[in-house]
Structure formats: structure tokens, C-alpha cells
């Protein structure tokens, strides 16, 4: 509880929403004659009230005299909106940026256009509270600037700059932003303008209480606060007192944070700021997402004993709300006869002071947190049918009162959760009804995930966790009732949230698509929800257990309409992202004369998705756990005791889980004198083995079967979990004896938009290659670079020709300076032979090593758009992955292609593990070789058969004597000796090995 707060609202309690929208309103010319079709006159003197929705954008023109001073005011109402300025013809941005709160707040910027042209007035909805969210907006216009103009300009800008510099949960870009947020400061109190000095304190405050000095963010935000209550500020208030809420959780004081926390959410509700209410909401939540111990039990039943001495109704009540809430998310691996006792004691002790205390929110976490506490029972297989039907009925009571709890609350991280419950709930029993509820829970989501960047890393990565169950549950019961299309969106869907942690996407607001059947239902229940919640909102002794009983009317209809027989109204083939990826599938062929599929791993490697041109299907393999069952059922039938003590030994190897299993192939991949071809064939067998699935059944034809019949020649995968850390190119068909990149060409994309797929690729005829040959602290030199970097672009003081032309800049020379040229000179092809570190979750500590030492991360890459404009190919043949940190996936290496790819990269070729130096130099060569004499050639194809000629001793270079020196993440070396099959390559394939020539992984477009 106490540091959960500190990464709450810390600048200016929301200058993070213009971190977070800053590159998507500007600089997009090829909206241009959008805003220009759109725009509306900015009548200078007047003030408008206009309605805004969802992510809206608006326009207006002006036509603007070099040396005038036009200054915009905006007062949000019901929505968080920010605006800027930009020259009309290309929407070049050249006013500061506004949005410096998440509330309801004042708005303001100050343009002096520096010539005579026409310019355009972006207004864009970051968050709006209702469907009848409003902005005022005014304008003013004076023909010459005075100094008060000129400063006033140079203070917005100075905030903005601070935004754009701050990153939450990140000391040093806080003490990075103090020194341009103390110089607005001065600037405002220069001006004497007392709204925007407490605006700049209270970023001062929040800089500070992220950097740890807790003294001076206290200083800074008493003083904010001073000046807004002299100003009688209400919509300023709010975001400062969540700041000092916010800095005295912190330092524990929850006390004092609670006072300033109930008076940040009073004017929140007053406003009807619901934004600001559900952040609120979710702090008072946060900690329950956390296993409770044996000491938390204690300590429950000590703070009732202690609640009840001072006769105080409502911290009892707010105890066993906490418990409750905290026991359904964390209380799983206690048993039932010590959990029951406690529930029941929350019923007769709890829930009668609810009709005493009278609040809302704690009413709403009791009441949810009973629901999914008895759900849990019933999930538990540690009762009987009869009782669990009870336990079941008690969790449904309270689920139908926790709704419109949580609608009355304005709290959507509530009603996700309530939705995603009762998806579980009717799983069993009426899967389309489980369906139109776990879709309802992911349409939730995206109206307010971005409010969980709010949090810090282990709340977003918990969250996360929650959030990939849903999506990957939902697309298999998609599967499973034969609805493809809808499971393909849900998968996508699941890939957005990826990126969203990676902080890649900054606010997805798609909706998952509804049936004909599922839209009628939500129009009718959602009204219904939406009444009885404005009726029992509206009472302030409201008794929700007879608005539960009135929604369980809307439920019973539900239940029906969605157990009558399937019917057209259960399909819906309108589904853009099939019918799009299709579209591009047959262009790409069409195109380039291949034929292409593309397969998605759903909830794990044994059940995949198969999209071609013209048709979608389900293939699913046999499991782990189901071939050990089976293995067990045949030696029971058999009565051989012997196969059942083997079944029963430590040496389970045969049937290891899919996750272990992966591991194991990646650790005897990266060690040429293993043999991963037996690993490899268990994986190709689960996965191309796999069969289909049709309604009601599994046919015989395989995966295998399939591509073969569509004569498929490139597989585009979207891959999820740990097998990112493994290349499938090295995948063994162990019935043809011979490894996936001889059946096809291989390519991961990471998300399915069309435009990605059909990036025309660019002629290679010049580019620019940078390397980093010495060592550093932590990193071992890398010798091959300089060879491998020579003999693409050519060595002019040795006389040496590359393949292709272009500029070289080797260690010293390779500089942060010369790398953000690239924007400038856009080549086609950009090659980096350096270490690349990758640290999940944080862009700061994952970085590029430059030739002078000096660490370039992903975040500076982040702060340059168009760093990769251009670029045709990216080439990094040093990654380091994090494929044996605790609890990597591999998002990380999907994660880096897609930011390399919205920098402007049309491809990326990056290794997946330590990989052989001089091998790679040897590959890269290989590679580029082939591009020069096949210029028009897909790079899959030129990759595939660059691989295949170190694989069968075929490539053009000598081989010469094999350097051990590696590049890249260290594999450890596997524990199994099952595993360690001695490897010996042929002498006239030296490079045989999948140590080799597998680690390179295309990203992107295949072309």
C-alpha cells in the first residue's frame, strides 16, 4: 500500500496523457486534406461549446499575419481534450502542446505565426467521461506581440519539452524535466499569472515525488494547493490533492493520503469526471491484486477487533471489504475449511454495516469480492455437486449486485471484472453467453487501459497476466464453437495489449465485433443495467441486493435468448481483420508469384490458426499432459506395471510441458556440439501434426497436410510466449529428415495490418553500416564486425568492393550523432553489427552499444519518429534477448520490431541468441551476396536460401578456421542428459549446425 501511489499522477496529475498522445496528433501529412475537408472557420472573438466523442479529432482554420498573437483558452466539460497548432499545409506543428491535467481543467497556447499562411487548430478527446462530453473554446487575436506574448509562448513550450522529457516510474527523466518546469515556473510568476505558477508547482511536486525527494515534492505541492483554493480552482483540486494522496501513501502516512484521496474523488464525481473517479477507484483496489498471507488473516481480524473497540462502522466495513476483494484475486491456494469460515464471517458481520456506513465503494469491493470468493469454491473440486450449486448461486447474487455497483461507481476496472467473471461463470453452460460476456469484459478494457500506465510495473505486469487469460480463453471458446474469424480478431486484440505493455500503442479503442444476436442483447441489457443503476444512484440508502434482484431479471432473458438453437444470428463474417489479411495474402501472391500462409498460436503452441487466401481453419495438437494420459491409459490396459513405474519416475522427459520442452530445444540449439534435431521433431510434431478442428469433431488432416495441398512456399508467423525465443526455421521434420527452412520460407509479423504485409521493397543499390568491434564493460569484442561490415559496404583504404555502396562508420565514428542522421538520409539499408541488450518492460535499460560506448535505448529511439524512415532493411546481428530472465515470454523481441517498424523500417533481421561470430559475418555475407545477384528476390527467399547454403556447406566463402567468439544472449547449457545427443557436422558443411545459420529472424515484410 505504500508505494503504489508514487507512480499514481505525479505531473501535474496527468501531464502523462501528452506523453502519451504527443506523437499521434502531429506531424501526419497524409491527413493533411483531411483537416483541410474538415475544418471548421476559428471566428476570432467567440466563444463555442461543442460535443466531442471517443478519440475525436477536430479542425479549425485561420488564416494568420506573420507577428500576430493568437492565444486559445479551452475549459474542458465531461472530457480531457488537448490541442496545437500546425501550418495548414502540412501540419507541421508550431505551438506548444496543451493537456496538463486528466481532469476537467483549463487549457491554454499562445501561437505568433512567424509567417502569412493559413493554419490549423487540432483539438483532440484523450479521455471523455459521457456521451454528453463537451469543450468551450475561445480565441483571441492582437496584431503585435509584446514581450508578455513572447514568454508566455516560451513557458508552454518549456512545459511541454518537460513532458515529452518525463517518464513515470523513471528517477532520472524526473530530475531531467526539474530544470525546464522551474524555468516555466519563473516565467509564470514573472507574469504574475497565479493559475499557471500553480500548475507549474504542482509538475514541480510531481518531478520531485518521482525522483524520491519527498521533502521537496511536499513543499511544492502544499504551494500548488495554497493557490488553487485561493483561486476557488475546483477542477485544479482535484489532480492536487491526488498528488499529495499520492506522496503521503508513499512515505505511509495513509491517513493524511486518505484525506486528500476522498477529496480528490468528491470533486471528481461532483465534475462527473469519471476518468478521475476510476483512477481513484483502481488505487483503492491496487493492493488486493496480491496474494494475501497467513499474517494478512491476522491482521484482518486484529483491525476488526480494533474497529469494533471504537465502535468506528465504517474502517470495519472497509476491512472486510479489503479481505474479501483480496481473498477472490489472491486467496487460491487456501484451502477451503480455513477460507469458508472467513466469508461467512464477512456475511453476517460485513455486509449488515453497509446499510450503516453507506459507501459506495466499499459496499461495491465487499460485494464483488463475496462473489468471486464463492465462485472460487465451486472451482476448487473440494465439495460435492450440492454444495457447489449453492456456492455458485451466492456468487451469482453478488456478481448482478457488484454491476450496477461499479456502473453507479463510474468504474470500469469493476464491470471488467464483474463481465469476465460471469464469462466464467456460464462457461459450462451457455458458451455463447460465456462468449458475449468475456467480450463485453475486453470492449472495457479498451475504453481505460491507459489509465494502468498510471501504475507502477508490477501492477501493469499483474494486470497483464489477468488480461492475456481473457483473450486467450475467449479465442479458444471462439474456436471451439467454430466462430474463426471473431477468434483471429480477439488474437489481435491479445497482441495490442503485447505492444501496449511494451509501450508501443498508446490508446487502442476497437471493439470487438458482435453477432447479430450478441448486439440485440447489449443494446437491451445494457439499458436495462443503465436504469437500474440511475435509479439506485440516485438514492443515497440504496439497497443493491434489490437492485441485484431486479437485474436478475435482464440475466434470466439472457440466458434464454442465448440458449435457443444457433441460428444465423450467431455468425458474423463481417470481421475486418480476416477479410484484410486475406486481401493482402492474395495481393502479396499476386505480386510476387508465392503463395503465403499465415499462423497464429492461440493460447499456446498446440493450438493454432490458419489463414491462406481464400479460407480460415483450426488446427490442435495433442498436449503434453494429453500424450501423458494417453501413454498412462495404454499401460493400464495393458497391465504392464513396469511402463506404470516408468510413467511414475523423475525421468519424465518424454512427456515434458511445451514450455519446457521449448527451453530445452533453445538451450541445444545454441550449442553446436548438441543435437537439437530430436527436440526439434517433438516440436514440429506438435505443431504440424496437429489436426483439424471442424464443428463438433477433429478430421485426420494435419497442418502438415494442409500447407502441402495449398502448396504453400512462405509461412508468416505470429508467434506468442517462449517459442519467440525460437527460430522455427530449425524446427525437424523427423519422417522427411530435414529441417523447416528446406520445406519453406519462414517470417514473423508482429501486428496484422494489411499495409505491413505489402510494403513495396526498395532497390539495396547503397546504405549505411555501423559496427562496434572493441570491447566494453560487460561486452566482449566482436573482430568479425569489421570483415562482416567491409564486405557489405566495401573497404576504400584496403581497396576492398562490397556488395552494395554506402558509408561505414566503425567503432569511434559509429556515434549517437551519426546514427540520427539516418532520418535525414533515409538509405534503403541500414546494417548493425553491435550488442543489442533487451530489458523487459523498461526502454531505458534496453539499448543498442554504440562504437564509442555510449548506450543509445529504446527510449531515446522512441523520442525520434522517423529514426528509420526509409529504411527498406534493418539488420542487428547481436541481440540479446531475455530468454532465461524469470518470467520472460519474449515480448521484448516481437517488441523491438515493432518499435523499429513505426520508426520506418519496412523489415527487421535481428538473432535470437549468442550467435557464432565468425558465422555470422559469413551468413551476413551470404546474405547480402544473394540480395545483389537477386535484387528483385523476397528477403524471406534470400534468407531461406542464404541459411540453406551454410546448412549443406554450399556458401561461396572459404570456410576457413571456426572462431568460438560469440555475439549475443548466453544460452545456459541444459541440465538433461537425455538432451546432450553429440552433434558432428560434415566436413564439407561446417556450418551445418542450427547454431549457425538459424538465430536470424526476418520481421516484417517478407518481400
Known sequence: MRTHMRHFLTFTGGLLSGVLVVCALIVAPTRAQTAQQQARPLVIGDTIERSVAGQEMHYYRAELKRGQVLRVSLQEKGADVMAVMGRAVN??????????????????????????????????????????????????????????????????????????????????????????????????????DKHWEAMSLMALGGAYLNSGDYAKAELHLLEALKLVEALRDEPSLAPVYLSLGSLHLVTGDEAQAKKYLNKSMAISRKLGDKRGANILSMAETRESFSAPTKEDRQRYEAEVAAARAKNDKRAEAAVWGQAMFRYAFGGEDMATEEKLPFMERAVREGLPLLTIVRDKDIELQLRLGLALCFYGLTASGETDEQTDALNEARSMKYLRQALVLARVQNNPTMQMVVYAHLGNHYEEDNDRLSIFFSK??????????????????????????????IYGSLAFDLILESRLREAHQVVNFGRDQEFFDFQLINQPHDRLTFTPREAASEQLFEGLVESIAAKYGRNRDADFASAGEELKVAFEALEKNFGTPQSVD?????????????????????????????????????????????????????????????????????????????QQSVNAMPFMDEDRLILEFLKVLSRPEHDPRPLGARLYKTIFKAKERLPGKRSDQTLE???????????????????????????????????????????????????????????????????????????????????????????????????????????????RQVLLTLQQSRPPLVHIASHFKFEPGDSRKSFLLLGDGDKFSLHDMQQTSTLFAGVDLLTLSACETAAQQSGANGKEVDGFAELAQRLGASSVLATLWKVNDNGTSRLMREFYRLRQENPGAPKSEILQQAQLNLLNGRHSAEVGRRIRRTRGTEIAETDDEKSRIPFTSAPEAPFEHPYYWAPFILFGGSR
Open 91 to 192: 501540419e507541421q506543428q508550431v505551438s506548444a502542446m496543451t493537456n496538463y491535467g486528466t481532469g476537467f481543467m483549463r487549457e491554454s497556447l499562445t501561437l505568433i505565426p512567424e509567417q502569412d499562411e493559413a493554419y490549423v487548430l487540432f483539438v483532440r478527446a484523450v479521455q471523455v467521461a459521457d456521451t454528453n462530453a463537451t469543450y468551450l473554446l475561445s480565441t483571441s487575436l492582437t496584431d503585435a506581440a509584446g514581450q508578455t506574448d513572447v514568454q508566455r509562448a516560451r513557458a508552454e513550450k518549456l512545459m511541454e519539452e518537460a513532458v515529452r522529457t518525463f517518464v513515470v516510474d523513471d528517477t532520472e527523466s524526473a530530475l531531467l524535466a526539474v530544470p525546464k518546469i522551474e524555468e516555466c515556473l519563473r516565467v509564470w510568476r514573472a507574469l504574475g
Open 440 to 469: 463485453k469484459a475486453i470492449n472495457v478494457l479498451q475504453q481505460f487501459r491507459q489509465d494502468f500506465r498510471l501504475f507502477d510495473k508490477e501492477t501493469q505486469q499483474g494486470f497483464t497476466r489477468e488480461m492475456e487469460e
Open 570 to 646: 450467431d455468425v458474423t463474417r463481417d470481421v475486418t481483420d480476416t477479410l484484410d489479411m486475406q486481401a493482402a495474402l492474395r495481393e502479396l501472391s499476386a505480386q510476387t508469384g508465392r503463395r503465403y500462409a499465415v499462423l497464429y498460436f492461440v493460447e499456446d503452441i498446440t493450438k493454432i490458426l490458419l489463414i491462406t487466401a481464400d479460407d480460415i481453419k483450426c488446427f490442435t495438437g495433442t498436449s503434453a499432459s494429453e500424450e501423458r494420459w494417453t501413454h498412462y491409459m495404454q499401460a493400464v490396459r495393458r497391465q504392464s506395471f513396469g511402463e506404470l513405474m516408468k
Open 705 to 815: 497436410g494442409e500447407l502441402a495441398m495449398g502448396r504453400i512456399d512462405v509461412l508468416l508467423w505470429s508467434l506468442r510466449g517462449n517459442i519467440r525465443y525460437v527460430p522455427m526455421s530449425a524446427l525437424y521434420d523427423g519422417d522427411r529428415r530435414e529441417y523447416l527452412i528446406e520445406k519453406y520460407q519462414n517470417a514473423v509479423f508482429t501486428r496484422a495490418r494489411k499495409e505491413r504485409f505489402l510494403v513495396e521493397s526498395k532497390s539495396w543499390t547503397q546504405g549505411v553500416g555501423f559496427g562496434t568491434s572493441a570491447a566494453y564493460p560487460g561486452f566482449a569484442p566482436l573482430p568479425g564486425v569489421v570483415n562482416e561490415v567491409s564486405a557489405i559496404f566495401g573497404d576504400p583504404t584496403q581497396g576492398q568492393k562490397g556488395f552494395f555502396s554506402g558509408d561505414v562508420f566503425l567503432n569511434q565514428n559509429f556515434t
